[in-house]
C-alpha cells in the first residue's frame, strides 16, 4: 500500500489538488432563475479571506510601485517638462474666468430644474459627495476588468458605490477591503449599467464583449440609432445616477444571438485603460460645494443689483412723468390723465393754402408775442 | 559505460535556487502582474505568474513541486479578480504538472526547446481556463482567441529575457 502511494504520489498529489479547486469552484456558483449558470454576487466567507489575503499580499508592493512612479512623473511633469506652461495657464484662466460665468448661469438653471422636480416630487441629484482615489492596481488580465483603488471601508467606502471621472463613468465599487477596494469596470463581461440614448431616448443595459468594449445589449433594432449619439446614465440601477455622461454611440452590430435585436458599441468618454484617479461617489444627497455656493451667491448679488437697477430706473421714470408738463393734469382724476387717455385724439384742421400768402397766413406773420393764437394751431402745453 | 538516459541527465541538472527566490519571485510576479497592465493599457499581452511557474517547473525533477507552486499561483491571481477562486488555479496546477513531467524529459537548457515550451503551454493554459470556465462551469464568457495567441507570445518573449536572468541565481554545485 505505501508503495502504491510512493509510486502514484505525483498524480496522487494533482488529483488532490484538482478535486479540492473543482469542488471549491462549485460552491461559487449557481444556477440562475433563466436556467443559465451564474457566479455568486457576493463572496463566501471562504473565498473573501483568500481575496483578503491575495489583497494584503499584492496591495502594499503596488502601492510602493505607484507612489515610486508617481513620483517620477510629478518631478518630471512639475520641474521638468514645463514648455509653454506659462502660454497654457494664461489660456486656462481665460477659460476658467468665462467658465464662471457660465456656470452661474447654469447653476440658476439648476435651481430653476430642481425646484420644479421638488414640485413633481423627483429626488432631486444634481450634485454628489465624491471622494477621491487613485488607481493601484488591475486584475492582471484581460478576461477580468477590474482595478483596485487606494480607499476602503476606513474612508467610508461601500459596496456598489459609482466610480466616475470628469469625463464619465467607469464602473462600480464590487469589493471593499480595509484600505483598499474592486472597482468593476463598465467593459467587463459581467457589469451592468442602465443606459439612455440621449436623443431617441432608447433605453438598454451597457456591459463589456470580449474586447472589452462597453455596449448597450438587447435593443430592438432601430434605424434612428446613429453613430455619434451621447449616452448617458439612466438611472434606474440604483448605482449610477441619472444623466451622467457614458459615450457616444460608435456603432451598431446586429445581435447574432437574437433576431432583430442590435448591440451598440459605445466608446467610453473615460479612459478605461489608462486610469490614474478616480472620483467614488460616496452619497447621492444633492449638495453645492464651497465654491459652487460661493458662485451662486455672486450670482444672486448680480441679479438683486439688476433687480435695484430696474427699481431705480422705474422710479426715476415715475419722477419723471410727474415733472413733465402736461402729461399729468393735477384737475383731472387718474384715469382721465392724458397718459391713460385712450380716446382717440380729435382730428387736426388742416389748412387751406392760400393762393397769394399776405402777412395774415400761418408762418408768415412776424413773431409777436401780444397777438393772440390763430385758430387751428397746435394746442401750446399748459404750464403749471 | 554507464548509459547517460534522459532521467539520470535531469537528475544530474536539477535546479536549485536560495529560498528567498522561490519566495520573492514568485510574488513579484503577482504584483507586477497587477500593477503592470495599469501602466501598459491594453497592450499587457503576457501572463508573468505562468511564465514563473512554467520556469520553476522545468527545472525540478518532481512535478509536485511545479504542480503546487502552479496552484497557488494561480489561486492568487484569481483572487485578484471577480471571477471564482479556482479556475486559473486548475490551469496552472495542470500547467505545472505538465512542465514538470516534460522537464524530465527533454533538454530544457536548449533556448528553442525552452521558446516552444513556454508558447505551446501558455495556449494549453488559455484552453483548460476556457474549458473550466465554459464548460465545467457553465459560465458564459466571450473568448477571443487572438488575445490569448497574442498572450501566448508575450509570454514566449518574457521566457527568452526572464528564464537566462533568473538561471543566474541558480545555486552550482
Known sequence: MESFFVRYRNPLVLLALLAAQIIGLATQVHRADSGRMSLDPRDSGGVRLIRLWADALVSPPERILHSGGSSFSSLWSNYIDLRHVRQQNQQLQQTIDRLRFEQAALLEDARQGERLQRLLNFQPQYLYKTLAAQVIGSSGTTQSRVFYIDKGTADGLQHDMAVITPDGIVGKVRDVFSHTSQVLVINDQSSGAGVILETTRIRGILRGNASGQPQIVGIIADNRIKSGERVLTAGGDQIFPRGLPVGVVEAVARDPERDGFVNVIVKPYAALDRLDEVLVITSMEPRFPADQQQDMAESEAIKGAEVQQQEAQKKASAVMAERLPGLIDPNLPADQQPLNDSTPPPPVAHTVQPLHPDRFTPGNAPTDNTQPPAQGSPIQPRTP | ?173
Not at chain 2, 32 to 53: E, I, K, S, T
Not at chain 2, 107 to 114: K, L
Not at chain 2, 124 to 138: D, K, N, P, T
Request: hydrophobic share 55%; net charge positive.
Open chain 2, 1 to 173: 559505460m554507464p548509459v547517460l538516459t534522459a532521467t539520470s541527465r535531469r537528475e544530474l541538472e536539477v535546479h536549485r535556487f536560495p529560498a528567498l527566490v522561490y519566495a520573492l519571485v514568485p510574488l513579484a510576479a503577482l504584483v507586477l502582474q497587477a500593477w503592470l497592465p495599469r501602466v501598459m493599457g491594453r497592450y499587457a499581452w503576457f501572463d508573468l505568474p505562468l511564465v514563473v511557474v512554467i520556469y520553476f517547473a522545468m527545472g525540478r525533477p518532481s512535478p509536485i513541486q511545479g504542480t503546487v507552486m502552479g496552484c497557488i499561483l494561480g489561486i492568487f491571481e484569481d483572487a485578484l479578480t471577480q471571477h471564482p477562486i479556482g479556475i486559473n488555479g486548475v490551469a496552472k496546477t495542470l500547467i505545472g504538472f505538465l512542465a514538470s513531467s516534460v522537464g524530465i524529459r527533454v533538454d530544457v537548457e536548449n533556448h528553442t526547446v525552452r521558446v516552444l515550451l513556454t508558447l505551446a503551454l501558455s495556449l494549453a493554459s488559455s484552453g483548460i481556463y476556457f474549458f473550466v470556465f465554459r464548460i465545467l462551469l457553465g459560465l458564459s464568457l466571450a473568448w477571443n482567441w487572438l488575445d490569448a495567441l497574442l498572450v501566448a507570445i508575450g509570454n514566449t518573449v518574457l521566457a527568452l529575457i526572464l528564464f537566462p536572468f533568473l538561471d543566474r541565481f541558480r545555486i552550482r554545485d
